[in-house]
């Protein structure tokens, strides 16, 4: 089992900037896919940014230029840093873990998820 504990979320004022964590525990494959996504009310889960084990990263469109992805292999953790926020990057984020292991089924683990708020 795998668990996804994030940290980093909170209340910032539009322009600003926050930092997002997530360290993952357990059994983790070298071969695997962090990343981020959010969930604003009354809409869905949205993909933001992922980064796979060779640091390759995948952004939406809508944070391109304002948000960066890393990880640190060694630690199991993925971090997002979000600069400009706008009100609209409002949202629940969810730490995900994509992995696999030879020619077993993919697995899917998710983190609990942090409040981001951006608002004067």
């Known amino acids: 089992q795998v668990q996804l504990v994030e940290s980093g979320g909170g209340l910032v004022q539009p322009g600003g900037s926050l930092r997002l964590s997530c360290v993952a525990s357990?059994?983790?494959?070298?071969?695997?896919?962090m990343g981020w996504y959010r969930q604003a009310p009354g809409k869905q889960r949205e993909l933001v940014a992922t980064?796979?084990?060779?640091?390759?990263?995948n952004f939406a469109d809508s944070v391109k230029g304002r948000f960066t992805i890393s990880r640190d292999n060694a630690k199991n953790t993925v971090y997002l840093q979000m600069n400009s926020l706008k009100s609209e990057d409002t949202a629940v984020y969810y730490c995900?873990?994509?992995?696999?292991?030879?020619?077993?089924?993919?697995?899917?683990?998710w983190g609990q998820g942090t409040q981001v708020t951006v608002s004067s």
């Open positions: 995900n873990l994509k992995q696999t292991f030879g020619l077993m089924a993919p697995q899917d683990y």
């Open positions: 357990g059994v983790i494959s070298s071969l695997n896919v």
């Open positions: 980064i796979n084990s060779a640091a390759s990263s």
